[in-house]
């Protein structure tokens, strides 16, 4: 799988469990294990877990393989390994401590959000005439 689409998928299922501030690291000239390092944060220990379920489930449903999850039990810190991308989903107050973004934080990945089709717009609804122009064309 393309690590550009294993990313997208790993981010939105971050977002549909409301995950906050996640940001996306490549990591590949800093390791030789994984390419990108994603970072969440979660505001209770039940969310934490949902959001690692979530991704897990969310990965193994596309075909990738979840090599291992770290920290389920204690619910402050899961760490999901999917082989070329690892997942860190914290407390906000565990992140700031460990401060990951400065440890792995060499080169940001800015994604590209996908392009939505576009609705065809309505036609416009024509207002009545009133006044002198209604009597003009013959209409009250």
Do not use: C
Request: charged share 35%; no cysteine.
């Amino acid at each position: 799988m393309d690590i550009r689409i294993k990313q997208r998928a790993v981010v939105e299922a971050l977002e549909d469990v409301k995950g906050r501030d996640i940001v996306v690291f490549n990591v590949a000239r800093q390791s030789a294990y994984f390419e990108r390092v994603v970072i969440a944060s979660g505001d209770s220990n039940r969310q934490v877990n949902a959001l690692a379920t979530h991704v897990q489930e969310t990965l193994k449903a596309l075909g990738a393989r979840v090599v291992g999850v770290e920290g389920r039990r204690n619910g402050e810190w899961v760490l999901v390994d999917l082989g070329d991308i690892i997942v860190h989903v914290m407390h906000p107050a565990v992140r700031s401590y460990y401060n990951l973004e400065e440890l792995w934080g060499g080169k940001e990945v800015k994604m590209k959000k996908e392009a939505r089709p576009k609705r065809a717009a309505a036609p416009k609804k024509k207002k009545p005439l009133r006044g002198k122009t209604a009597r003009r064309r013959g209409r009250k």
